[in-house]
């Protein structure tokens, strides 16, 4: 599959030259996009990556360091030593406390070491990261560079729809084997803070009463278990679930994040994904007879022939049916991929047959058909991941496809800014040779068994 323009590698690693093996720090690794041309200089994006070093930083110190510097924090905080939590990314290491660590002192003025104060004044120690800014700031990439500078074996990435997911589901099983005791969700927390001590949570949104509710007591969890977590977000604290249903049940865990995180405020610059010049004929409206002749036409003209077939492709048991296919371009209708019981799994199978889909008949995203904007936000984010071309025949320009009311909106709008971006013409670069989707292959038919010379039977 090719890789979008403008999107880093799956994996900074150090030159081949180099005497280590090790992976870059989050920083060097972005530089060294820049200088390739893989990334494009963003104001934003830099303060991401600078807030995001410093915290790998913190982390790459000796964990007897580490727990001094949490715990000098935490007594500055409980007597109101430290500041309110700056919106500016913080920089940690001071020389003063390192001089401090290294010759020792006396105690302090709470009763703690003179050491322990010096560690809380430099540090204004937060161990978590929540960043938060406009589409097409560069937050995902930035979070990328972090968690692979970590690698798989200290963090998690997770898309934050998936990890709650995952949680209801969790404590769904629960219930159904008659093991609810306790505080479930924190059950699955601590279960999570086993698998490993960093998470990172991509897309943070709370839009239902029931993540409202539960993810307080899942980050209080986490924190305590000693567990870093980075968070992006489209959203500053104060407009989470602004507008929800006993919002006030949530109030707490903003100010828990307010608390216990660092916040980045990355609301500078302009979205990335709109610079590019749009090729205008990748996304047509509306639905009448001259916008499906010049899909079809479209069409055709990508694919090389005027008609493809129909495929059938399996992942782990279930099938995904594409009506038209030719090579690696395929033709469906919103309908079926959309109004079908499908998830990201079968979208990312998708994604790894095609290099171009096209998708007809795609209506305006209200609140009547919320469940299929829902599916079709998913998978355009996992097309434009693995750098697949869309073209769109729809009700609707790209800008006013989406009508859902104002809180139900901050999801959507990555999904209008990268569909804005899969237009241009610097992302519909050339894809890369690959082979064709093969269709699954159906079971031949066992041979019938024949009679041997001496009456008995003989597999031919």
């Not at 929540?130 to 700031?137: K, T």
């Not at 969790?170 to 159904?176: G, Y």
């Not at 084997?177 to 001590?197: I, L, P, V």
């Not at 697949?388 to 800014?417: D, K, N, Q, W």
């Given at each position: 599959m090719r890789q979008r323009s403008g999107f880093p590698p799956p994996?900074?690693?150090?030159?081949?030259?180099?005497?280590?093996?090790?992976?870059?720090?989050?920083?060097?690794?972005?530089?060294?996009?820049?200088?390739?041309?893989?990334?494009?200089?963003?104001?934003?994006?830099?303060?991401?990556?600078?807030?995001?070093?410093?915290?790998?930083?913190?982390?790459?110190?000796?964990?007897?360091?580490?727990?001094?510097?949490?715990?000098?924090?935490?007594?500055?905080?409980?007597?109101?030593?430290?500041?309110?939590?700056s919106q500016q990314p913080v920089r940690r290491g001071g020389l003063l406390g390192w001089l401090v660590v290294l010759f020792g002192g006396g105690r302090g003025s709470d009763g703690g070491s003179a050491e322990d104060e010096a560690l809380a004044r430099e540090a204004n120690f937060a161990r978590s990261l929540y960043l938060f800014g406009p589409v097409g700031r560069g937050k995902t990439t930035a979070m990328d560079l972090f968690y692979e500078a970590l690698g798989p074996k200290k963090a998690q990435r997770r898309h934050f729809h998936e990890f709650m997911s995952e949680l209801h589901a969790d404590i769904h099983a629960r219930r159904e084997k008659g093991d609810a005791r306790g505080d479930t969700a924190a059950r699955f927390a601590r279960a999570q803070a086993k698998r490993a001590k960093v998470?990172?949570?991509?897309?943070?949104?709370?839009?239902?009463?029931?993540?409202?509710?539960?993810?307080?007591?899942?980050?209080?969890?986490?924190?305590?278990?000693g567990v870093t977590v980075v968070i992006t977000s489209n959203q500053p604290l104060a407009e989470l679930y602004l507008g929800g249903l006993k919002r006030e049940l949530f109030l707490p865990t903003i100010a828990l994040i307010e608390e216990e995180f660092s916040v980045v405020n990355l609301d500078h610059g302009q979205d990335y994904r709109l610079t590019g010049v749009a090729d205008t004929e990748a996304w047509l409206q509306p639905l009448d007879d001259r916008s499906a002749r010049l899909f079809r036409g479209l069409f055709e003209r990508e694919a090389g022939r005027r008609e493809g077939q129909p495929l059938q492709l399996s992942l782990l048991g279930r099938s995904l049916e594409v009506p038209e296919a030719v090579g690696r371009?395929?033709?469906f209708r919103f309908a079926d991929l959309c109004e079908a019981?499908?998830?990201?799994?079968?979208?990312?199978?998708?994604?790894?047959?095609?290099?171009?889909?096209?998708?007809?008949?795609?209506?305006?995203?209200?609140?009547?058909?919320?469940?299929?904007?829902?599916?079709?936000?998913?998978?355009?984010d996992v097309l434009y991941e693995a750098g697949t071309c869309v073209y769109g025949r729809a009700e609707a320009p790209i800008g006013e496809l989406i009508r859902l009311e104002e809180?139900?909106?901050?999801?959507?709008?990555?999904?209008?800014?990268?569909?804005?971006?899969?237009?241009?013409?610097?992302?519909?670069?050339?894809?890369?040779?690959?082979?064709?989707?093969q269709p699954t292959p159906k079971s031949k038919p066992k041979a019938k068994p024949r009679k041997s010379a001496n009456g008995g039977s003989k597999q031919a």
């Amino acid at each position: 599959m090719r890789q979008r323009s403008g999107f880093p590698p799956p994996s900074f690693r150090a030159n081949e030259g180099s005497m280590t093996s090790q992976p870059q720090s989050p920083l060097d690794a972005y530089e060294s996009a820049l200088a390739s041309g893989e990334l494009r200089p963003q104001v934003a994006q830099r303060r991401a990556v600078e807030a995001l070093e410093d915290l790998y930083r913190e982390l790459s110190l000796p964990p007897a360091i580490q727990k001094r510097r949490r715990d000098a924090a935490a007594r500055a905080r409980r007597q109101g030593a430290t500041a309110k939590a700056s919106q500016q990314p913080v920089r940690r290491g001071g020389l003063l406390g390192w001089l401090v660590v290294l010759f020792g002192g006396g105690r302090g003025s709470d009763g703690g070491s003179a050491e322990d104060e010096a560690l809380a004044r430099e540090a204004n120690f937060a161990r978590s990261l929540y960043l938060f800014g406009p589409v097409g700031r560069g937050k995902t990439t930035a979070m990328d560079l972090f968690y692979e500078a970590l690698g798989p074996k200290k963090a998690q990435r997770r898309h934050f729809h998936e990890f709650m997911s995952e949680l209801h589901a969790d404590i769904h099983a629960r219930r159904e084997k008659g093991d609810a005791r306790g505080d479930t969700a924190a059950r699955f927390a601590r279960a999570q803070a086993k698998r490993a001590k960093v998470l990172c949570f991509d897309e943070f949104f709370v839009n239902n009463i029931a993540d409202a509710t539960l993810l307080g007591r899942v980050l209080t969890v986490l924190i305590d278990e000693g567990v870093t977590v980075v968070i992006t977000s489209n959203q500053p604290l104060a407009e989470l679930y602004l507008g929800g249903l006993k919002r006030e049940l949530f109030l707490p865990t903003i100010a828990l994040i307010e608390e216990e995180f660092s916040v980045v405020n990355l609301d500078h610059g302009q979205d990335y994904r709109l610079t590019g010049v749009a090729d205008t004929e990748a996304w047509l409206q509306p639905l009448d007879d001259r916008s499906a002749r010049l899909f079809r036409g479209l069409f055709e003209r990508e694919a090389g022939r005027r008609e493809g077939q129909p495929l059938q492709l399996s992942l782990l048991g279930r099938s995904l049916e594409v009506p038209e296919a030719v090579g690696r371009t395929a033709l469906f209708r919103f309908a079926d991929l959309c109004e079908a019981p499908l998830g990201r799994d079968d979208f990312q199978l998708l994604a790894q047959s095609f290099d171009r889909v096209f998708i007809d008949e795609i209506p305006v995203i209200r609140y009547a058909n919320r469940e299929s904007g829902e599916r079709f936000r998913v998978m355009i984010d996992v097309l434009y991941e693995a750098g697949t071309c869309v073209y769109g025949r729809a009700e609707a320009p790209i800008g006013e496809l989406i009508r859902l009311e104002e809180h139900e909106m901050p999801p959507f709008l990555r999904t209008e800014s990268r569909l804005v971006e899969m237009q241009s013409l610097a992302y519909r670069q050339p894809a890369k040779a690959q082979p064709e989707p093969q269709p699954t292959p159906k079971s031949k038919p066992k041979a019938k068994p024949r009679k041997s010379a001496n009456g008995g039977s003989k597999q031919a």
